[in-house]
T-cell receptor, first 114, second 114 residues
């Protein structure tokens, strides 16, 4: 059983396009995250949601808009894609108790902007 | 905000040797310190974690130590095997509310040669 899944795994697109990445978790967790991993493999938080409410919104361009239709899903929509958006995007989830939550990561979506 | 430094950036060992990766953090409010292993093309996988009220934790060949006074923590892998080759990330988090982000170190590429 896949705990945290993402689609698509690879996404190649042209500059200026709009694209979405979908994330689903079947762990029954309340909290979900998006992290970005750059070409040097540095992992950085972008957003977190708890019970469908935005908790963290790091200094990410407003071209990036997360949407959480329900607790099991957190999608990432990106408008007007730029070359610098090329990276691997990871979705993660945690139980959301607020105490000490282990975060479980998805397999990643490699976005390439040409 | 929290800043996590990780060393070394690359580590090469012979099979059977031990490997040690060290991290320091800056925010004394951080109280949760997980370690992740990332294999090529995959998402980070939690391998061990330690809470701030514990100084050491061991799980088979893997151990983690935490020194809160000095704000550093380390990962120890004994009897390394070729399948231990991967990128390892340390992280820190204050974990004081649901949705708190993990702040990652820049990773250590471990190569185990047989």
């Amino acid at each position: 059983d896949t705990a945290v899944s993402q689609t698509p795994k690879y996404l190649v697109t042209q500059m200026g396009n709009d694209k979405s990445i979908k994330c689903e978790q079947n762990l029954g967790h309340d909290t979900m995250y998006w992290y970005k991993q750059d070409s040097k493999k540095f992992l950085k938080i972008m957003f977190s949601y708890n019970n469908k409410e935005l908790i963290i919104n790091e200094t990410v361009p407003n071209r990036f808009s997360p949407k959480s239709p329900d607790k099991a899903h957190l999608n990432l929509h990106i408008n007007s894609l730029e070359l610098g958006d090329s990276a691997v995007y990871f979705c993660a989830s945690s139980q959301g108790t607020g105490v000490i939550d282990e975060q479980f990561f998805g397999p990643g979506t490699r976005l390439t902007v040409l | 905000g929290e800043n996590v430094e990780q060393h070394p950036s690359t580590l090469s060992v012979q099979e059977g040797d031990s490997a040690v990766i060290k991290c320091t953090y800056s925010d004394s409010a951080s109280n949760y310190f997980p370690w992740y292993k990332q294999e090529l093309g995959k998402g980070p996988q939690l391998i061990i974690d330690i809470r701030s009220n514990v100084g050491e934790k061991k799980d088979q060949r893997i151990a983690v130590t935490l020194n809160k006074t000095a704000k550093h923590f380390s990962l120890h892998i004994t009897e390394t095997q070729p399948e231990d080759s991967a990128v390892y990330f340390c992280a820190a988090s204050p974990a004081n509310q649901a949705g708190t982000a993990l702040i990652f170190g820049k990773g250590t590429t471990l190569s185990v040669s047989s």
